[in-house]
């Protein structure tokens, strides 16, 4: 795989992993058990390595799209953890 093929998701990539740091501390900071919780994060970041090296050539031609979702969806998540941690929901 190229960076010219995963250029379009770059922003994703970026953010995405941003958003999980702040969604692994929120699990920290609720008392979940760090070993677990270290142990489910490995297992999804294996997931989505996998799923980004064979899904990309399909999902190429939507890149677009998806990385409008992703964009909507990794806002959404920082403000729901912003205002958890103001306590305002």
């Given at each position: 795989m190229s960076m010219?093929?995963?250029t379009p998701f770059l922003g994703l990539i970026i953010f995405g992993n941003i958003e999980n740091l702040v969604l692994a501390s929120q699990g920290v900071t609720a008392g979940v058990n760090p070993i677990i919780l270290g142990g489910l994060s490995l297992i999804f970041v294996i997931m989505?390595?996998?799923i980004?090296?064979?899904g990309t050539a399909a999902a190429i031609k939507h890149a677009?799209?998806?990385?409008f979702i992703g964009g909507l969806a990794?806002?959404?998540l920082g403000l729901q953890s912003?205002?958890?941690a103001l306590h305002i929901i």
């Open positions: 010219k093929e995963i989505w390595l996998l980004g090296n064979y677009d799209a998806i990385e990794i806002f959404i912003m205002l958890e």
